[in-house]
T-cell receptor, first 114, second 116 residues
């Protein structure tokens, strides 16, 4: 069975704090892809990152970083020095190789307070 | 600018009425998708299409219908058979590929449907 769990329903932080959003996935496949999307209040899902199962290198993009660990089936997302504009719902998703289907987690709502 | 447009942004429907949501893309993507989002839940796939004049049911297709007459367009009709249609609907598109970065799905701004 394929499953994505985002156990944190809602997180509140004060601006400039660091925050980590957790994502745990389940799959029996050896080849798969993991994604993070941001959904601001406007509603559109914005693509942030894609990682394939063979690439366990951590990724850093500005204030964003991602930690992919196959040993714990986790793909966590960290925002450094959070800003109010980071307030959104963040979704983690899993896709099997060779298929169209994304399996989404239930999302984590991040509130960054000024 | 290339992207995905959905219209209208807000839609109100009376019970028993069919309503059609528009989705257009100019990214030259072959595949298009419709998702439904309910509060506190992830996205659930309604229908998808990988090529013109062909489409497949997703996980929650009952009460919905689609067409794909043009590559750029993938309208979704919410029929009166859909018992709980009030939700946020998102359209997405991607290149058809067996793997690699190209088949990442990109999303439109969404349509919020409310049944009165």
């Amino acid at each position: 069975a394929q499953k994505v769990t985002q156990a944190q329903t809602e997180i509140s932080v004060v601006e400039k704090e660091d925050v980590t959003l957790d994502c745990v996935y389940e799959t029996r496949d050896t080849t798969y892809y993991l994604f993070w999307y941001k959904q601001p209040p406007s509603g559109e899902l914005v693509f942030l990152i894609r990682r394939n199962s063979f690439d366990e290198q951590n990724e850093i993009s500005g204030r964003y970083s991602w930690n992919f660990q196959k040993s714990t089936s986790s793909f966590n997302f960290t925002i450094t020095a959070s800003q109010v504009v980071d307030s959104a719902v963040y979704f983690c998703a899993l896709k099997r190789s060779g298929t169209y289907k994304y399996i989404f987690g239930t999302g984590t709502r991040l509130k960054v307070l000024a | 600018d290339g992207g995905i447009t959905q219209s209208p942004k807000y839609l109100f429907r009376k019970e028993g009425q069919n309503v059609t949501l528009s989705c257009e893309q100019n990214l030259n993507h072959d595949a298009m998708y419709w998702y439904r989002q309910d509060p506190g839940q992830g996205l659930r796939l309604i229908y998808y299409s990988q090529i013109v004049n062909d489409f497949q049911k997703g996980d929650i297709a009952e009460g919905y219908s689609v067409s794909r007459e043009k590559k750029e367009s993938f309208p979704l009709t919410v029929t009166s058979a859909q018992k709980n249609p009030t939700a946020f609907y998102l359209c997405a598109s991607s290149i058809v590929a067996s793997g690699g970065v190209k088949d990442t799905q990109y999303f439109g701004p969404g349509t919020r449907l409310t049944v009165l």
